[in-house]
């Protein structure tokens, strides 16, 4: 669900296990779901710790938010104070980045559904049942019209719409997507402020901001904490003076970055996870990912030069693509594979479920190839065919 940014903070190691580890921890929730049933009555205390590891999605997607508005909001932050706005550019770049995997995802997505549900089996995901948490109010093979894929084109989903095919995650991209437009709109008036000079972007950014603002609700405004506090945090921390001292530090190694991922991430995720309503938990996800972030952000630069930095930037590369694709995927898969019932929880059916995630993030691995692996190339050819560099 992150749009790549060419520039320091891309080359932060952490930053791409943060990726991965955001994606697989959503996917592993939802597996959850699909394949083990809910608490029993008498829980051990290892169930209850592992039920609450497996229920840190909506946590890790508020990572994800926090990332999108470190890479995109903060870079931009730069451009603003070197006054080196390019509002075409910027649009451009998001809406490929978005595109260049959503609409893939959506194809792919009906073509699971008619696997999964076309003999019109009774599985929880074929169902829409509460116990998923798919954010669908119809069966998935209900929400595959025409209109509906329009409403989740242009990012109008769940706001005035449903989210297409039954595919949950998609009611993050609107919100990232709206986030986008409405922060470059700011950006764009500080700048005309600042400089005494009006970019034409600003026609453009202002009504449909302003369509976004009078669209979007009031848990829009809420999370918007997160990926605010990621792109201010984006902007000062390059030049955060403490810099001077992390840097003396060994560059961290996979162990230390598990070390700080125990420190300071799993504890923000906790946090949220336990206080979902209370800004003091978010602004404390902030602080914590921030705190870890600069730690890392001189000593932790990615050389590729081990097996462990090279699976994590690869996985970091087709996070997106997994986080789009998961959740039909494991549909197919809960649909033939899991009784009705589904399974107790048990090492067995933990076991299913680390499998299962396993599986996915091959699929989205080529997934990944075949969509945003060709941005680059995708941008390049949009921008050649708009004449602009």
């Known amino acids: 669900m992150i749009s790549s940014v060419n520039n320091w903070s891309e080359r932060i190691y952490f930053l791409h296990f943060l990726r991965i580890f955001s994606a697989l921890l959503v996917c592993l929730g939802h597996s959850k779901e699909f394949f083990i049933m ?4 008498d829980p051990t205390n290892v169930e209850k710790a592992m039920r609450l590891f497996l229920s840190l999605g909506n946590s890790a997607v508020l990572v994800f938010f926090f990332l999108s508005g470190f890479l995109v909001g903060g870079n931009e932050l730069r451009r603003l104070s070197m006054n080196a706005i390019n509002s075409r550019k910027y649009f451009l770049d998001r809406l490929t980045r ?3 995997v959503l609409i893939p995802a959506l194809v792919f997505t009906v073509m699971l559904n008619h696997l999964s549900c076309s003999e019109k089996r009774l599985s929880l995901y074929c169902t829409a049942s509460l116990d998923l948490a798919s954010h669908a109010n119809y069966p998935p093979l209900e929400l595959q019209n ?4 329009i409403t989740n084109l242009f990012f109008f989903q769940p706001f005035r719409g449903e989210i297409y095919g039954g595919n949950g995650p998609l009611w993050s991209l609107s919100y990232e997507f709206w986030y986008y437009v409405v922060f470059m ?3 764009l008036m500080i700048s005309s402020f600042k400089y005494k000079k009006i970019d034409s972007g600003l026609f453009f950014f202002i009504p449909i901001s302003l369509v976004g603002l009078l669209i979007v609700d009031l848990r829009w405004y809420f999370l918007g904490i997160i990926w605010l506090g990621g792109a201010l945090m984006g902007y000062f921390i390059k030049d955060f003076s403490a810099g001077s001292y992390f840097s003396k530090l060994p560059a961290p190694n996979l162990f230390t ?3 700080l991922n125990m420190v300071f991430v799993l504890p923000a995720m906790i946090c949220v996870r336990l ?5 003091l938990a978010y602004l404390l996800m902030i602080v914590l990912l921030s705190s870890a972030v600069t730690i890392t952000r001189i000593s932790n630069v990615v050389h590729k030069r081990n097996v462990s930095e090279r699976i994590i930037v690869r996985g970091s590369g087709f996070s997106f693509s997994l986080y789009l694709i998961h959740f039909p995927l ?8 899991t009784p009705d019932s589904r399974w107790k929880f048990n090492f067995g059916s933990f076991s299913v479920v680390v499998l299962s995630v396993v599986l996915v993030a091959v699929i989205a691995n080529f997934f990944a190839f075949c969509t945003e692996d060709r941005l680059i190339n995708l941008r390049s050819r949009f921008r050649i065919l708009y004449g602009r560099n």
Do not use: R
């Not at 206080?275 to 800004?279: L, R």
């Not at 494991?330 to 594979?337: E, V």
């Open 275 to 279: 206080f979902p309503n209370s800004v």
């Open 38 to 41: 809910n608490i029993s009555n």
């Open 330 to 337: 494991l549909g197919l898969i809960s649909t033939y594979a």
């Open 146 to 149: 025409m209109s509906i894929f």
């Open 185 to 187: 709109c700011f950006v």
């Open 98 to 100: 978005l595109w260049s």
């Open 257 to 259: 970055v598990l070390i």
